[in-house]
């Protein structure tokens, strides 16, 4: 079965430039959290959604990152005037309702290098 | 938000059994604990949950004591393939939800 897919796989940007990444849950999930990991580092929260509604923005490491969803499905995490501190792997997650017992199903990632 | 505390890294040899504690002091009453299992260019993967007391699945087994401070993954008879870097997952579920992993644990098995 289809499960989390994110796009693209790899990005390549210069510094100043924006960015966006995509994430496609699995159907029927309607929570969604977005992560983001450094080179040998472990995961960094950065938002979680339930449904269309993000109700912790808290992890969101500066005003230049945002994340919408739409429809409640697919997600973008856009990154705006993108620093090289901002290299990293962004992973995005989905589980079925956002519980503590949810299970977390995690897309392959997509790494972000900014030159 | 609850903290977590693990160990940096582990070796160990095929066959053996791999302990991996995790601290987690300030856990809230409603949190679980969830451990995830991380390979090189992939996302993690979901391993076990429990929130006290042990719980055993086809993979290893959870053994959280009486005050959930801590708890400690159990892997039984390890292979080449268990190397991977192990999360601790801390995490309840309220209008503000927050998730704190742990850095993580790199497990190595060698042959």
């Known amino acids: 079965g289809a499960g989390v897919s994110q796009s693209p796989s790899n990005k390549v940007t210069e510094k100043g430039k924006d960015v966006e990444l995509r994430c496609d849950p699995i159907?029927?999930?309607?929570?969604l959290y977005w992560y983001r990991q450094s080179l040998g580092q472990g995961l960094e929260f950065l938002i979680y959604f339930q449904g269309n509604s993000a109700p912790d923005k808290s992890g969101l490491p500066s005003d230049r990152f945002s994340a919408e969803r739409t429809g409640g499905s697919v997600s973008t995490l856009t990154i705006q005037r993108t620093q090289q501190e901002d290299s990293a792997v962004y992973l995005c997650?989905?589980?079925?309702?956002?519980?503590?017992?949810?299970?977390?199903?995690f897309g392959p990632g997509t790494r972000l290098t900014v030159l | 938000l609850a903290k977590t505390t693990q160990p940096i890294s582990m070796d160990s040899y095929e066959g053996q059994e791999v302990n991996i504690t995790c601290s987690h002091n300030?856990?809230?009453?409603?949190?679980?604990i969830t451990w995830y299992q991380q390979f090189p260019s992939q996302g993690p993967r979901f391993i076990i949950q429990g929130y006290k007391t042990k719980v055993t699945n086809e993979v290893a087994s959870l053994f959280i004591p009486a005050d959930r401070k801590s708890s400690t993954l159990s892997l039984p008879r390890v292979s080449l393939s268990d190397t991977a870097v192990y999360y601790c997952l801390v995490g309840s579920y309220a209008v503000d939800y927050k998730l704190s992993f742990g850095a993580g644990t790199t497990v190595t098995v060698r042959a």
């Open positions: 300030n856990i809230a009453t409603n949190d679980y």
């Open positions: 159907s029927g999930h309607t929570a």
């Open positions: 997650a989905s589980s079925l309702a956002g519980g503590p017992t949810d299970t977390q199903y």
